[in-house]
């Protein structure tokens, strides 16, 4: 009946009824007109669909056999890599859920250095199972999470159950490690040479507290990479100590000083400036000479009081005068000047002295004496300082030579990869087999653990098992193997309990892990597993995206604070 009166008051243009008339609202305008929004299914499967789309540009760089890739920045420059979080920090992306599978790479580079190419194709392949259980089934996002997540924790498990300890202290454990690393690198290529320079570059600068036990490996800040172009890929090395880009101050200042004396300052031997702007009105000749005189002295005093610790090299991150100069060659004192702040804390954590702020309050157990020998060398076309043969040197710097800056900085990445390993093996001591042989594994134990689940939660617990084949079934992709007949035959092994089988990323064959010697950290397994999985849960619990203009295009965001706005 309501019905037929509202067509009849309709047609008849009549006022409508009391009773009609509060039935008829008027539309809201909640957003702006050109604010665009996704919602419901549609957000999620566009989610998905990026996700998948970033995966796939850098599946093909996983395993030994991987391609490179070259990017070429605005301006103008190349970069040529594997490193998943080399290539995906350099694109430009506009999805926002593709920049949050970025992101993925980003943490895992920060987290643990190593397993950035996995986790952002673990992530995809996550996304991708998520999409039967939205479009053919309809299942709800909330029921998909929750297997995701019941199957996480039991992963996480499993692989701490499959896990073998490592003694940190065996070399050829820790070289099998880190050569599992770099053999998918660029650098793989060259043999033992960067395993050998990322192993002993950790343990120069690790440290154990006396009392818990714990492990400090700070290798960003006192493990320096030296690149130098040109040379031969052998002449790269490890030094026991440390070296800079400068030259002495004053040509008759000595170049090589066996156990030298160090001293370290970050004040300036010269004479202070004003910090603003300082005018001084001189009317006799006498004064001029006074004034003169009385930076004269303060210098003299300054390089007395360094002088009468007997130091052979003092270091300074501040200037050196001329008159400065003078006084220390003198003295037979060699002298450094604008060092860097990170280099002058390298050279102290090395030759066990300290850095002094004041002149006039050195004292003798200031100046360090841990070093063998200092010298000058040039390399090229600039001189470098090395401080060397240095007692139980606690920083280094690795010197890298070259054929070009291109294989300079794909060996340096390589390199930082394989210390994160390293230092990760001595956060947590123990590995897993790697070539797929893990993620094999663990599938394999999901399905058997998902028959035990009896809701809705077995399908999408079984999802995430499923998911874990992609690593394997990449690496068999990439060297050209025959992927259903290989992975077939590799699921078959783990179902009788060969859970060591992994592929061969060389030759495209099924190998034991445990004869072939490929390990890997437990920590960045699990690391990647936790990233992946948590990042699918994220991006199929967003239902709605909703995007407007800036600020500046279309002015202050309806309902919102101008004055707010223009803050922002």
């Known amino acids: 009946k309501a019905t037929v009166s509202v067509l009849n008051w309709t047609s008849r243009c009549l006022t409508p ?26 957000a999620q499967l566009n989610n998905i669909s990026a996700g998948k789309s970033v995966a796939d540009l850098i599946r093909t760089t996983l395993g030994p056999r991987s391609m490179m890739k070259m990017i070429l920045d605005p301006m103008g420059g190349t970069q040529i890599t594997n490193d998943g979080n080399a290539i995906l920090r350099e694109i430009d992306v506009v999805h926002p859920a593709a920049k949050h599978m970025i992101e993925l790479s980003r943490a895992q580079d920060e987290e643990c250095g190593d397993g950035t190419t996995s986790v952002i194709i673990l992530g995809g392949e996550m996304l991708a199972m998520c999409q039967p259980f939205l479009e053919v089934h309809n ?91 040109g040379g031969h890929m052998e002449e790269c090395k490890v030094l026991d100590g440390v070296m800079f880009n400068k030259d002495i101050t004053h040509p008759k200042m000595r170049r090589n000083i066996k156990n030298p004396r160090v001293l370290l300052l970050d004040c300036p031997l010269e004479y202070k400036k004003a910090e603003s702007m300082l005018n001084v009105e001189i009317t006799d000749d006498q004064d001029w000479e006074k004034l003169m005189e009385m930076e004269e002295k303060w210098i003299q ?100 030579r070259g054929a070009s800056k291109d294989t300079l900085n794909e060996i340096e990445r390589n390199l930082l990869d394989a210390m994160n390993v390293a230092r990760n093996i001595f956060f947590c001591p ?51 193997g025959a992927v259903i007949k290989l992975l077939t035959e590799l699921r078959s092994k783990h179902a009788t309990g060969a859970h060591t089988m992994g592929v061969d990323g060389e030759e495209g064959k099924l190998v034991d892990m ?51 706005d223009d803050m922002e």
């Open 514 to 564: 445990k004869e072939y010697g490929i390990m890997e950290p437990l920590m960045v397994k699990q690391q990647t597993l936790k990233t992946a999985v948590e990042a699918a849960c994220v991006l199929i619990r967003i239902d709605d995206i909703v995007s407007g203009v800036s600020v500046g295009e279309g002015g202050p965001r309806q309902g919102g604070n101008k004055d707010e």
């Open 139 to 229: 299942t709800h996002p909330i029921k998909i999470v929750g297997g995701y997540m019941k199957a996480l924790d039991d992963a996480v498990k499993f692989m701490a159950e499959l896990a073998l300890p490592v003694d940190v202290n065996n070399d050829e454990e820790m070289f099998g490690i880190v050569n599992s690393c770099l053999g998918t690198k660029f650098v793989g290529r060259y043999g033992d040479m960067a395993t050998k320079l990322a192993v002993q570059a950790v343990r120069t600068v690790q440290r154990a507290d006396q009392v818990s036990g714990v492990y400090e490996v700070d290798f960003k800040r006192y493990a320096k990479v030296e690149k130098i172009p």
């Open 301 to 400: 005093d300054v390089c007395e009081s360094i002088i009468r610790v007997k130091p052979d090299v003092v270091i300074t991150e501040k200037g050196i005068s001329d008159l400065a100069q003078h006084y220390l060659v003198k003295a037979g004192i060699t002298a450094f000047r604008r060092l860097r702040k990170t280099d002058n804390n390298r050279v102290a954590r090395a030759t066990g002295a300290t850095i002094i702020h004041r002149p006039e309050e050195i004292k003798d157990s200031d100046v360090g004496t841990q070093a063998g020998l200092l010298t000058v060398q040039k390399i090229g076309d600039e001189y470098f300082t090395f401080i060397v043969e240095c007692q139980d040197p606690k920083a280094c710097t690795i010197l890298l």
């Open 430 to 480: 123990k590995v897993c087999y790697g070539g797929g042989s893990i993620e094999m594994a663990v599938s394999q134990k999901l399905m058997e653990q998902s028959k035990s689940i009896r809701t809705v939660q077995q399908k999408t617990y079984q999802a995430v098992a499923q998911a874990l084949e992609v690593i394997p079934r990449t690496l068999i992709q990439n060297c050209g």
């Open 17 to 42: 009824p009391p009773h009609i008339s509060k039935m008829v609202q008027q539309q809201v305008m909640v957003l702006q007109n050109n604010t665009k929004r996704e919602h419901g299914r549609k």
